[in-house]
């Protein structure tokens, strides 16, 4: 079957192909895109007095300098030479590059410029530079700023892609004089990493976008049939005589909180008070390589956790909010052995707590009762520092240095007779350390290598995993193969035991091959993560014990034909084993195109999918995998996503999906179907509103449904005939239920932007999800399952979440800021009986249940060397 739907696709393909190519277009042109195009070049020149940073341009050393112009259309046609000139021109002198660009237009009533937060565009026009200064077309930096005066940059490389997470201290100027409008920037070179050769060439790249009309240009002419976006850049001349400079900067913050907890307990107040202080500091080692570190380090401003119902064996992954963590990272996101969110995590033992209790009392049944009970068990652990050194040499290496320090963390526990307190570690005293080299090569092509390592105080285990990483591709960057190779290796004892933990060394590797550039791509890979792999101390990996290979091939149509500007469509198959024992895990086939349309500019998504019956060995949390599954029925998808134009102030997104499943033996009726709805709406150029409603609704899904207590009146007639008891208590046969899951998130944002530097944003977030047990069954192994009629205990639990993040920002000064925060949260947990799928009940237990509220402010002030040192006379 998924060969024959394969090969439909495949025709369906060719037919697109063919029906597009204009006729009237010779082949060798067509073939020729497939390539980058050629280099243009513009040469810088240096000045004695540095331009006064006002968005007039009418000094008389810009008209000395040479013009980059007749921009290359990207969106929505590609190729076309700009109808409306911009013209570029490039100084510099011993501190900083000077930009000024003028964007000629039709009107003023052309140019758009809405008002936004920093680093977030909205509707509006942008001008953008783009720099590799090493120009080894990986890597590079942008700038941009909007009509408005928005900044925006960004961080570029084979990793991340574009990283919008970093931040430069930089300045520019915009000015909207008739039909033109003006951007003048200064990029110091303090915000940059250079070499210090006498005479250098730089790759660099302009950019402007013409909102009126969805235009894209670039003044080296980007091909979307090409891979890659930093080799498509042009060059900078003209650059002798730089001298890195002492790059060293201190800013230093203060923050005080206000909390408040209706605790409404004697003797312990409500509200609670705290006053922080701490540093970053950016110190340039040398003209390559820059320490960032984090003094006595302050997240409690970042934005709220999307909090979830989690059904599934596997952890929930958040985003990372915090900036030291996600600013200049992309070297230590090489080979995705880094999820951030573990420096600083939950501390190790936090769910240990109650088996530490003191057991001596006894009830009649002649069950122990603890006689202490949990007074604080801190949910995170707080970092004593952290510091990153990156940079990357002339040659191209990239060195990148993360280190970071927590102390030891303590739940605090209470004898209830005497009122005595006694601490219990939950976290020991840890360092984390990240070391990674990468070499940037010709053709587009790196090879890395990556340690990650966690050592812990004590005789807790200690984790370390070292990756080896590359990719090659051929001089026309039209093929290329990359791959991995991971090791990873703990040693030690599992918290708070003498065991000795169990998966001590594992491995992982990946390879893949395909054709990159040009209309029509393909590629294969294959991959094994061995039972034992286990990156998680430092990295985030969901399951293990798995060998997988895929089959993937694309088409897209570039230029515009019909009623479309572009077309990108793809379809894949895939397969995949336990790697230990080795068994049938999984297998599908999928297919999907995308695309936007001409005069509407109305964009849309659309794929299906198909698998076969599937086994899912982690969902049963029975250990070692492969004896006990979940059956997953054959099944069929489709979802789809439609986009409008944001250019008009009422605006909307759709999504939507559903999954049919074919009967298994007596069990019909599984379908799960999905509804998102997003409008926003544009008042002005200042304030909009975004709202988002997500509905998802799983009808009949059979899944772990928890353990069975062994001593439990309701659980114990049941769990006696599971097959015995585990050590730990548990039954051997796991019990598994056949469930509907409904889930509603709601979610508005209010946006008020008083300036380009000063900005107010509300988000308020409701999630509420149900869980409602039809029946329940016994697993047994390979798959099979007994229904079990009799158990009567009511599993249905309903979990709310609710936040409230106000935030009032202003950047009152390059680089420092005034940040207000209000926060508010609650969420509950409710089982059986109390249990309810009725949306406005949950919104009203929500709005009962006692609320966490925090008010916060912090002040950031940027000190930089370069600026205050005294001036030579």
């Known amino acids: 079957m998924y060969r024959s739907l394969l090969i439909c696709w495949l025709i369906c393909l060719a037919g697109l192909a063919h029906a597009q190519t204009p006729a009237a277009t010779p082949p060798a042109t067509q073939l020729n895109l497939a390539k ?174 013409r909102r009126s009309s969805r235009q894209q240009f670039f003044w080296n002419e980007i091909r979307p049939q090409v891979d890659g976006f930093v080799n498509q850049w042009g060059e900078l001349t003209g650059l002798r005589n730089l001298k890195p400079p002492l790059r060293l900067s201190l800013t230093p913050y203060v923050s005080t909180y206000l909390n408040h907890y209706p605790y409404n307990v ?51 992954q958040y985003n990372e909010n915090r900036g030291f963590f996600t600013e200049g990272t992309e070297l230590f996101n090489k080979g995705g052995l ?159 035991t003498t065991d000795q933990i169990n998966d001590q060394d594992g491995y992982k590797y990946y390879l893949n091959f395909g054709k990159i550039s040009g209309k029509f791509t393909w590629s294969v890979d294959h991959g094994i993560e061995s039972h034992t792999y286990n990156p998680n101390d430092l990295g985030l990996l969901f399951a293990n014990n798995s060998i997988s290979q895929s089959a993937n091939v694309g088409y897209s149509i570039y230029q515009p034909f019909w009623k479309l500007n572009r077309l990108n469509s793809y379809a894949g198959i895939n397969y995949s084993l336990l790697e230990q024992p080795r068994l049938y895990q999984d297998a599908g086939f999928y297919a ?49 996503y439609f986009s409008s134009d944001y250019r008009k102030k009422f605006a909307w997104d759709f999504g939507y999906g559903a999954r049919f499943f074919a009967a298994d033996g007596e069990r019909t009726g599984r379908y799960t179907y999905t509804i998102n709805l997003g409008p926003r709406y544009r008042v002005n150029d200042k304030l909009s509103f975004v709202y988002s409603l997500g509905f998802n609704h799983i009808i009949k899904q059979i899944g772990f449904a928890g353990e069975l207590g062994r001593t439990d009146s309701l659980d114990a007639p049941t769990a006696r005939h599971f097959g015995g008891f585990l050590a730990d208590g548990r039954t051997v046969d796991p019990l598994v239920g056949r469930r509907d899951v409904a889930t509603i998130t709601n979610t508005a944002t209010a946006t008020y932007t008083f300036t380009n530097r000063m900005s107010f944003n509300i988000r308020l977030r409701h999630y509420v999800s149900n869980v409602h047990y039809r029946d329940y069954a016994q697993l047994h192994p390979d798959g099979l399952e007994t229904p079990e009629p009799a158990y009567q205990r009511n599993r249905d639990n309903t ?16 680089g420092s800021q005034i940040s207000v925060v209000w926060k508010n949260a609650s969420a509950s947990f409710f089982q059986a009986n109390q249990a309810t799928p009725l949306y406005f009940d949950n919104l009203s237990n929500t709005i009962n249940t006692p609320h966490n509220n925090n008010v916060s402010i912090k002040l950031l002030y940027y000190l930089d060397y370069l600026a205050l040192r005294p001036r030579r006379g």
């Open 338 to 496: 880094f999820y951030s969110r573990r420096v600083g995590a939950q501390p190790i033992g936090f769910y240990d707590v109650n088996n530490q209790l003191r057991q001596s009392a006894k009830d009649r049944a002649g069950n122990q009762h603890p006689v202490e009970f949990v007074v604080q068990n801190p949910g995170i652990t707080r970092l004593l520092n952290a510091t990153k050194v990156s940079g990357r040499t002339a040659s191209g290496l990239g060195v990148g240095i993360f280190n970071a320090v927590s102390n030891n963390v303590y739940a605090t526990v209470q004898d209830s007779t005497s009122g005595t307190r006694r601490d219990v570690l939950t976290q020991p005293f840890t360092n984390y350390n990240i070391v990674v080299l990468d070499q940037s090569l010709k053709n587009n092509s790196y090879v890395s290598l990556v340690n990650t390592n966690v050592t812990r105080a004590g005789s807790t285990y200690d984790a370390n995993v070292t990756g080896g990483l590359f990719r090659f591709a051929n001089k026309a960057n039209s093929y290329a193969v990359d791959g991995r190779l991971v090791y990873s290796r703990r040693r030690g004892q599992a918290f708070g």
């Open 592 to 640: 999907g195109l995308n695309t936007t349309f001409s005069k509407s500019f109305l964009s849309l998504r659309f794929n299906v999918d198909a698998s076969p019956v599937t086994h899912d060995y982690f969902d049963p949390r029975r250990a070692p995998l492969g004896r006990y599954y979940v059956r997953k029925p054959g099944n069929f998808g489709l979802n789809g």
């Open 266 to 316: 004697a003797g312990q107040r409500n509200a609670s008070t705290s006053f922080n202080g701490g540093a970053d500091v950016k110190w340039g080692i040398n003209e390559s390589f820059t320490l960032d570190a984090t003094l006595v380090p302050d997240f409690g401003q970042v934005q709220s956790d999307n909090q979830v119902l989690n059904l599934s064996p596997f952890e929930v």
């Open 36 to 209: 980058p195009a050629p280099k243009r070049q513009l040469q810088a020149i240096r000045i004695s007095t540095a331009p006064k940073m006002d968005g007039v341009l009418d000094e008389a050393v810009w008209q000395t300098a040479p013009v980059a112009t007749d921009f290359y259309e990207l969106e929505p046609t590609p190729g076309p030479i700009e109808k409306h000139k911009t013209e570029v021109r490039v100084l510099y002198d011993d501190a900083a590059l000077y930009i000024g660009a003028v964007m000629h237009d039709v009107s003023a009533d052309s140019i758009l410029h809405q008002l936004s937060e920093r680093d977030d565009f909205g509707n509006t026009d942008f001008f953008g530079v783009f720099i590799d200064t090493y120009n080894d077309h990986l890597n590079g930096y942008d700038f941009l700023v909007s009509s408005g005066g928005v900044q925006r940059d960004a961080r570029i490389s084979p990793t991340n892609g574009e990283d919008g997470a970093w931040n430069a201290v930089w300045e520019s100027r915009t000015v909207i004089s008739g039909t033109d409008w003006v951007a003048e920037l200064r990029i110091p070179f303090s915000a940059i990493r250079f070499s210090s050769a006498a005479e250098q060439v730089w790759g660099i790249n302009f950019a402007r976008q």
């Open 799 to 814: 979990f709310n979440a609710f936040n409230i993040d106000g935030v009032y920002s202003w950047w009152f000064a390059p």
